[in-house]
Nanobody
Framework: QVQLVESGGGLVQAGGSLRLSCAAS????????MTWFRQAPGKEREFVAA????????YYADSVKGRFTISRVNAKNTVYLQMNNLKPEDTAVYYC??????????????WGQGTQVTVSP
């Protein structure tokens, strides 16, 4: 089992920045790719960004490309999501997930509890 804990969410004005963290524990010896999803009220959970174990491959949703950056420090079992130039439409609960590198939620076995990001106009 892998446990994932997100942190770093909060309230920020449009144009501001936040950095989310996702710390993994448990069975972390596997070379897991890590992914960020988000879910806004009344909407389905959507893919945001993903990164391979090596860090060499990163993938982004079109809506966040150029504004968000995913990175990881494997020695700390932690993945980050740097979010710049935030917009009100980025408001959502952000989740990290492990075990796949696809945009499909059903492909993932491990999820964190989520962290709320609210962007005010």
């Amino acid at each position: 089992q892998v446990q994932l804990v997100e942190s770093g969410g909060g309230l920020v004005q449009a144009g501001g920045s936040l950095r989310l963290s996702c710390a993994a524990s448990g069975r972390t010896t596997g070379e897991y790719s890590m992914t960020w999803f988000r879910q806004a009220p009344g909407k389905e959970r959507e893919f945001v960004a993903a990164i391979r174990w090596s860090g060499a491959g990163t993938y982004y949703a079109d809506s966040v490309k150029g504004r968000f950056t995913i990175s990881r420090v494997n020695a700390k079992n932690t993945v980050y999501l740097q979010m710049n130039n935030l917009k009100p439409e980025d408001t959502a609960v952000y989740y990290c997930a492990a075990g796949a590198i696809t945009p499909r939620t059903e492909d993932y076995n491990y999820w964190g509890q989520g962290t709320q990001v609210t962007v005010s106009p």
